[in-house]
Nanobody
Framework: QVQLVESGGGLVQAGGSLRLSCAAS????????MGWFRQAPGKEREFVAV????????YYRDSVKGRFTISRDNAKNTVYLQMNSLKPEDTAVYYC???????????????WGQGTQVTVSS
């Protein structure tokens, strides 16, 4: 079992920045691919970013490329999402996810956090 706890969400004005963190309870954190997803009100959950086990590979949805950066610190069992140049359309609950897939673009099928709210005002 893996427990994931997100933090760092909040209210920010358009153009601002936030850094989300996701702390994992597992002792085998380095074996997990980690990702960030988000769900806006009335919308389906969507993929945001993913990072491979070693951190050597990342992939982002087009709308956040150049603005968001995913990273991980395996020594701290933590994955981050640095969000810059935030837009109102980034408003959503952001979820951390983990699974053992070695395929960077594969669908996630594993563990999920409870989410943290990000609100971007215009």
């Amino acid at each position: 079992q893996v427990q994931l706890v997100e933090s760092g969400g909040g209210l920010v004005q358009a153009g601002g920045s936030l850094r989300l963190s996701c702390a994992a309870s597992t002792g085998t954190f380095s074996m997990f691919r980690m990702g960030w997803f988000r769900q806006a009100p009335g919308k389906e959950r969507e993929f945001v970013a993913v990072i491979s086990q070693s951190g050597s590979s990342t992939y982002y949805r087009d709308s956040v490329k150049g603005r968001f950066t995913i990273s991980r610190d395996n020594a701290k069992n933590t994955v981050y999402l640095q969000m810059n140049s935030l837009k109102p359309e980034d408003t959503a609950v952001y979820y951390c996810a983990a699974d053992r897939s070695n395929l960077i673009r594969a669908a996630f099928s594993g563990y999920w956090g409870q989410g943290t709210q990000v609100t971007v005002s215009s």
